[in-house]
């Protein structure tokens, strides 16, 4: 973070001022830099200035390097240093790795200039994470490097090091490589070493955890007195006998990737990202102590930091690494977490600690006395509800530029607002219909194969099929959807006829912390819903999933109920009554309605507000416009266009893990 002095105010203009080094004195003839950052936003000031003084803390290291190959004592104390920084780099990604919710809270729009996406300090933040997350995958990479003679990774994985001894990494001679192939198979080892350390394979002894909590994650390890027994006949205090001590418990994060794996089968995509954000959670607000020596006190300091973190937590990379009682000072007052995703966290918790109590080398815990008895403050505030959209919303939308013309951008795809003749259909232009007609979310609607468009051989109704290969929300989310007329109307069945065992919408690139296809198209659609004048706070994509159900919900009786939560895939309280207790013998053995019950409540589906003539009409000419748009703008909209308009940070898939 920059330093406060850097950044001076001169008539509510704000300048970014930083003294030379001698030599630069010496060489430039002057003694400082100021800069006119042309900004009277403080916020805006303060990031420049933290840009600027990161580039220029860069320069002035570069040009203090020598280039040259280390004595041999330096290469034994470089190795040295390599091995331990990888283990510690591990451990410390592995202790903040954290998954929000589906969509990102309407405050993670942060104001003012934010670095570009290929500025180097976002660059070597995703670096550092692709080396650290998974350390099997990088020994396994390094190796492939010291085969083919690749050594920039290692450069990049040396340069702090090599900066202690005053080394530029980037030197190129013939000695150096061979230092560097050294290091590359230390290296190699030292994450084989990581990869059982970060999963408790590898038996640490108390001084090590003790020495890795101070200098990394700046946690202090709890140990008790030995256990001991009291003698009956003269009241001396006696060591427990070896047969009879119990194993000690090992420290918390040892028992995470077990707990996480053993739930892995009973929950999908964000849930199980949620569950790893709530432990992450744990163990930075409690520490990384063992097991078994949690204490009412950690319980009440853990619910006393959730109900008071700001509701943006984990959206700025600055929450990952700052300690959270700093963050808690920093931001006193900020909006909260919503009881929701707070008594989530919780349960997750609690449920993490039943499962840790049962392990053999735990001793008991009583949980009903350290977790039960608490309430979140009355400033903590439920969740909104989601608003429907209303029909004057739908109306505007619908003859916005998307679905009447637009003028396209050279450079953005998604850049439509501006009103112009080209209509192109594609996820842009279907998404939106699609999920008013049957109700999905926009993830499973993003996960559409041509494929999935079926014929029921019965009745020939036709129907989406979420099926259990799609990463879905719940057990409940795996169903069949007739397909709305209205979309057939529209073209669907052309659409998905065209992708055949291809995604419907083939320029969708997974992104995000889940990495989840939608991502981009959900950070796209709130700018454009602002840029047409139809934003309202919570009335957003998943707000059309609210719409298609009210269209449906007509008749609250259960039947009616079950009908609607088996098309949504919804996992309704009474849903579960249903399938669990049975409200009657006849309800106990409902299976699932039948396709033409189905088929019937996708079609009360009807919005007047949308005019599906003249959308055909409209869009008569896509196919001709997008070939019009390749030859005009082929890095854009060509068979070789950049998929992606920004990097986007790497991401781990469930299969990975």
């Given at each position: 973070m920059?330093?406060?002095?850097?950044?001076?105010?001169?008539?509510?203009v704000f300048?970014?001022?930083?003294?030379?080094?001698?030599?630069?004195?010496?060489?430039f003839g002057?003694?400082?830099?100021?800069?006119s950052?042309?900004?009277?936003?403080p916020?805006?000031?303060?990031?420049?200035?933290?840009?600027?003084t990161?580039e220029f803390d860069?320069?002035?290291?570069?040009?203090?390097?020598?280039?040259?190959?280390?004595?041999?004592?330096?290469q034994?104390?470089?190795?040295?240093?390599?091995?331990?920084?990888?283990?510690?780099?591990?451990?410390?990604?592995?202790?903040?790795?954290?998954?929000?919710?589906?969509?990102?809270?309407?405050?993670?729009?942060?104001?003012?200039?934010?670095?570009?996406?290929d500025?180097?300090?976002?660059?070597?933040?995703?670096?550092?994470?692709s080396?650290?997350?998974?350390?099997k995958?990088?020994a396994?990479?390094?190796?492939?490097?010291l085969?083919?003679?690749?050594y920039?990774?290692?450069?990049?994985?040396?340069?702090?090091?090599?900066?202690?001894?005053?080394?530029?990494?980037?030197?190129?001679?013939?000695?150096?490589?061979k230092?560097?192939?050294?290091?590359?198979?230390m290296?190699?080892?030292?994450?084989?070493?990581?990869?059982k350390?970060?999963?408790?394979?590898?038996?640490?002894?108390?001084?090590?955890?003790?020495?890795?909590?101070?200098?990394?994650?700046?946690?202090?390890?709890?140990?008790d007195?030995?256990?001991?027994?009291?003698?009956?006949?003269?009241?001396?205090?006696?060591?427990?006998?070896?047969?009879?001590?119990?194993p000690s418990?090992?420290?918390?994060?040892?028992?995470?990737k077990?707990?996480?794996?053993?739930?892995?089968?009973?929950?999908?995509?964000?849930t199980?990202?949620?569950?790893k954000?709530?432990l992450?959670?744990?163990?930075?607000?409690v520490?990384?102590?063992?097991?078994?020596?949690?204490?009412?006190?950690?319980?009440?300091?853990?619910h006393?930091?959730?109900?008071?973190?700001?509701?943006?937590?984990?959206?700025?990379?600055?929450?990952?690494?700052?300690?959270?009682?700093?963050?808690?000072?920093?931001?006193?007052g900020?909006?909260?977490?919503?009881?929701?995703?707070?008594?989530?966290?919780?349960?997750?918790?609690?449920a993490?600690?039943?499962?840790?109590?049962?392990?053999?080398?735990?001793?008991p815990?009583d949980?009903?006395?350290?977790?039960?008895g608490f309430?979140?403050?009355?400033?903590?505030?439920?969740?909104?509800?989601?608003?429907?959209?209303s029909d004057?919303?739908?109306?505007?939308?619908?003859?916005s530029?998307?679905?009447?013309?637009?003028?396209?951008?050279?450079?953005?795809?998604?850049?439509?607002?501006?009103?112009?003749?080209?209509?192109?259909?594609?996820?842009?232009?279907?998404?939106?219909?699609?999920?008013l007609y049957?109700?999905?979310?926009l993830?499973?609607?993003?996960?559409?194969?041509?494929?999935?468009?079926?014929?029921?051989?019965?009745?020939?109704?036709?129907?989406?099929?979420?099926?259990?290969?799609?990463r879905?929300?719940?057990?409940?989310?795996i169903r069949?959807?007739?397909?709305?007329?209205?979309?057939?109307?529209?073209?669907?069945?052309?659409?998905?006829?065209?992708?055949g065992?291809?995604?419907?919408?083939?320029?969708?690139?997974?992104?995000?912390?889940?990495?989840?296809?939608?991502?981009?198209?959900s950070?796209?659609?709130?700018?454009?819903?602002?840029?047409?004048?139809?934003?309202?706070?919570?009335?957003?994509?998943?707000?059309?999933?609210?719409n298609?159900?009210?269209?449906?919900?007509?008749?609250?009786?259960i039947?009616?109920?079950?009908?609607?939560?088996?098309?949504?895939?919804?996992?309704?309280?009474?849903?579960?009554?249903?399938r669990?207790?049975?409200?009657?013998?006849?309800i106990?053995?409902?299976?699932?309605?039948?396709?033409?019950?189905?088929?019937?409540?996708?079609?009360?589906?009807?919005?007047?507000q949308?005019?599906?003539?003249?959308?055909?009409r409209?869009?008569?000419?896509?196919?001709?416009?997008?070939?019009m748009?390749?030859?005009?703008?082929?890095?854009?909209?060509g068979?070789r266009?950049?998929?992606k308009?920004?990097k986007?940070?790497?991401?781990?898939s469930?299969?990975?893990?």
């Amino acid at each position: 973070m920059a330093n406060s002095s850097h950044l001076v105010n001169r008539n509510g203009v704000f300048y970014w001022r930083r003294r030379l080094p001698a030599p630069w004195v010496r060489a430039f003839g002057r003694s400082q830099l100021l800069i006119s950052l042309r900004s009277r936003d403080p916020k805006a000031g303060r990031r420049i200035a933290r840009v600027l003084t990161v580039e220029f803390d860069r320069i002035a290291l570069h040009m203090e390097l020598e280039k040259r190959v280390p004595t041999e004592s330096e290469q034994a104390l470089i190795l040295k240093r390599l091995y331990e920084a990888v283990i510690q780099e591990c451990r410390q990604e592995r202790a903040r790795w954290y998954d929000g919710d589906e969509l990102p809270p309407e405050a993670y729009q942060d104001n003012g200039p934010s670095l570009p996406p290929d500025h180097p300090a976002i660059l070597d933040d995703i670096e550092t994470q692709s080396f650290f997350m998974d350390p099997k995958d990088t020994a396994k990479s390094l190796r492939s490097d010291l085969a083919a003679n690749r050594y920039q990774p290692i450069r990049w994985l040396l340069r702090s090091v090599l900066a202690e001894q005053s080394i530029d990494p980037e030197t190129d001679e013939t000695a150096f490589r061979k230092f560097l192939r050294l290091a590359i198979h230390m290296a190699a080892k030292a994450f084989d070493d990581a990869e059982k350390d970060v999963n408790g394979e590898m038996p640490i002894g108390l001084d090590a955890l003790v020495a890795a909590g101070r200098a990394g994650l700046n946690l202090a390890v709890e140990t008790d007195a030995p256990p001991s027994i009291r003698s009956q006949d003269n009241g001396a205090r006696q060591q427990v006998p070896a047969h009879l001590a119990r194993p000690s418990a090992r420290p918390l994060s040892a028992y995470v990737k077990s707990f996480l794996e053993s739930e892995e089968a009973h929950v999908t995509g964000g849930t199980h990202g949620q569950k790893k954000a709530a432990l992450n959670l744990l163990l930075r607000i409690v520490g990384d102590i063992p097991a078994d020596s949690i204490k009412r006190s950690h319980s009440e300091k853990l619910h006393d930091y959730l109900q008071r973190l700001p509701s943006t937590f984990g959206k700025s990379s600055r929450h990952k690494t700052v300690d959270i009682a700093k963050i808690l000072a920093d931001e006193p007052g900020a909006n909260t977490m919503s009881s929701v995703t707070l008594d989530r966290h919780w349960r997750t918790i609690r449920a993490f600690y039943q499962y840790v109590s049962i392990q053999d080398d735990v001793g008991p815990i009583d949980l009903n006395r350290i977790f039960n008895g608490f309430r979140w403050n009355p400033k903590v505030k439920d969740e909104e509800p989601r608003v429907l959209w209303s029909d004057d919303a739908l109306e505007k939308l619908f003859a916005s530029p998307i679905w009447t013309g637009f003028a396209p951008h050279p450079k953005k795809r998604h850049w439509r607002h501006r009103p112009g003749a080209v209509i192109v259909k594609d996820e842009y232009w279907w998404l939106p219909l699609m999920a008013l007609y049957q109700g999905a979310r926009l993830e499973e609607l993003c996960q559409l194969k041509g494929v999935d468009v079926k014929s029921d051989e019965e009745t020939g109704i036709v129907f989406l099929d979420f099926h259990s290969d799609m990463r879905l929300k719940n057990e409940a989310s795996i169903r069949k959807v007739p397909v709305h007329s209205a979309l057939i109307a529209l073209g669907f069945l052309d659409l998905a006829k065209a992708a055949g065992p291809q995604l419907l919408f083939p320029r969708l690139v997974a992104g995000g912390r889940d990495a989840k296809l939608g991502f981009d198209y959900s950070q796209e659609f709130k700018p454009y819903r602002e840029a047409i004048g139809v934003y309202r706070k919570r009335m957003d994509f998943h707000s059309f999933r609210h719409n298609f159900t009210t269209k449906l919900l007509r008749d609250h009786s259960i039947r009616e109920l079950l009908t609607i939560d088996e098309l949504t895939g919804h996992d309704t309280k009474e849903r579960k009554e249903i399938r669990e207790k049975g409200h009657s013998m006849t309800i106990g053995y409902f299976g699932g309605n039948l396709m033409t019950t189905l088929k019937e409540a996708v079609e009360r589906a009807v919005y007047p507000q949308i005019d599906l003539g003249r959308l055909v009409r409209l869009a008569a000419e896509a196919e001709a416009n997008v070939k019009m748009l390749q030859e005009r703008h082929p890095m854009v909209w060509g068979d070789r266009a950049i998929l992606k308009e920004r990097k986007v940070r790497p991401t781990r898939s469930r299969a990975a893990e």
